[in-house]
């Protein structure tokens, strides 16, 4: 029953910034990690960045430097600060909750990066 909402995405040019956002709610358990993939047009999903409970941050190579994950937990809220952005981060992205060992998605929402 648990819901996550994102919003955020849209059309950007190289080198400008987006900031998404994926809301949780419903019946949950404490929130573990929490996290952003990315899956681009015949490839595979990959992880992006992740946050722990304890704000313990991990960042795909590509992206360390530019991207910010950050999460905000009176408002099961996670944000991906995505800054200096390239046409190669142009993927949809999905939000990903960890409640209880137990994985949630979102329903994606689409980044495109013009050069």
């Known amino acids: 029953q648990v819901q996550l909402v994102e919003s955020g995405g849209g059309l950007v040019q190289a080198g400008g910034s987006l900031r998404l956002s994926c809301a949780a709610s419903?019946?949950?358990?404490?929130?573990?990690?929490m996290g952003w993939y990315r899956q681009a047009p015949g490839k595979q999903r990959e992880l992006v960045a992740s946050?722990?409970?304890?704000?313990?941050?991990n960042y795909e190579d590509s992206v360390k430097g530019r991207f910010t994950i950050s999460r905000d937990n009176v408002k099961n809220t996670v944000y991906l600060q995505m800054n200096s952005l390239k046409p190669e981060d142009t993927a949809v992205y999905y939000c990903?909750?960890?409640?209880?060992?137990?994985?949630?998605w979102g329903q994606g929402t689409q980044v495109t990066v013009s050069s």
């Open positions: 419903g019946n949950m358990f404490s929130i573990n990690t």
């Open positions: 946050i722990s409970s304890g704000s313990s941050t």
């Open positions: 990903n909750v960890i409640i209880r060992f137990k994985a949630y």
